[in-house]
């Protein structure tokens, strides 16, 4: 395990920490907070989605990690965690990575936000894989069918016609899948740097690898045990989501227990994280806030 620290911005300190877990997999990992002088209010877990890394999250991470530890990763298979030899990526692997990971981080019941396939992740860690949270924040997730493009079966047909495209056109399809996903708020720039990772050549390969990974039916399981959630849960979605529906959101809500509230997000897309960044900065603070909930309070659950 490789650590470097770095100081981002005078308040908020980063160290970066690449794990290999017990399956040789490597995971890049970023922890972030408190800032000297701040208590920390508890442990933060974010999880990405997919074609996106926890690049997309850092400025969020910044803010709460001003008053909280919080603690990210780059999935096997994506961003700074991207191997030279395929790897498995599914969502069913990728879960068990968390809830190891979850241990070798030391976290007892942290708060967790996910996004896109990062929720059916965690999710999948929490039913699944024994790991206990305090609260979950579930963004514009992937777990309720139907899910998965028609692009999806063509490149689980044709992964290695895809990985031999050349360069600059695979740059530009990534590049303009990613920019689909987002409503009228999403800035080009941020489709070109949620590109990046996936324009060399091994992330070429690994962005088709993965997406041929991802299976509806590994969420299967997931979908049928929600009413098994064992924490407290928020929904946020972006109103005008082109990938998964609003609609699911109220699904969502549906089968979990108890109450969950869900936060719209007006004109934003499937990346509410950089098209409506201030209003989620609310929405998570408001539930944050909100959801602090003691180990004896969760058992008792």
Request: charged share 15%; proline share 8%.
């Amino acid at each position: 395990m490789n650590e470097q620290t770095q100081e981002p911005e005078p308040s908020v300190e980063i160290t970066t920490r690449r794990i290999i877990l017990s399956d040789g997999t490597e995971a890049a990992t970023q922890t972030i907070g408190p800032a000297p002088g701040h208590d920390n209010l508890g442990d933060i877990v974010i999880c990405h989605g997919t074609p996106w890394t926890s690049r997309m999250w850092l400025p969020h991470a910044r803010e709460l990690g001003r008053s909280h530890r919080v603690l990210l990763w780059d999935m096997p298979g994506y961003g700074e965690s991207i191997a030279e030899a395929a790897l498995p990526v599914d969502l069913v692997t990728q879960g068990r990575r968390l809830a190891e990971l979850m241990t070798v981080w030391n976290v007892q019941f942290p708060q967790v936000i996910a996004h896109d396939i990062g929720g059916a992740v965690a999710l999948g860690a929490h039913l699944f894989g024994g790991s206990e949270f305090a609260s979950l924040y579930l963004l514009d997730i992937v777990t309720l069918p139907p899910w998965g493009s028609p692009f999806f079966r063509l490149v689980a047909d044709n992964e290695s016609v895809f990985t031999s495209l050349p360069p600059q056109l695979h740059r530009a399809l990534v590049t303009e899948y990613i920019a689909g996903a987002g409503g009228a708020r999403l800035e080009r720039s941020w489709a070109e740097i949620l590109a990046e990772p996936w324009c060399t050549v091994a992330g070429q390969a690994a962005f088709y690898h993965q997406i041929a990974s991802l299976r509806p039916e590994h969420t299967e399981p997931i979908a049928r045990g929600l009413g098994e959630v064992r924490c407290p849960v928020r929904i946020g979605w972006g109103a005008e989501d082109p990938w998964i529906p609003f609609g699911q959101a109220e699904q969502l809500a549906q089968r979990l227990p108890g109450t969950a509230d869900i936060t719209s997000f007006r004109a934003a897309g499937h990346l509410v994280p950089v098209e409506s960044p201030q209003e989620l900065s609310d929405d998570l603070a408001a539930w944050l806030g909100s959801a602090l909930i003691s180990p004896t309070q969760i058992n008792a659950t």
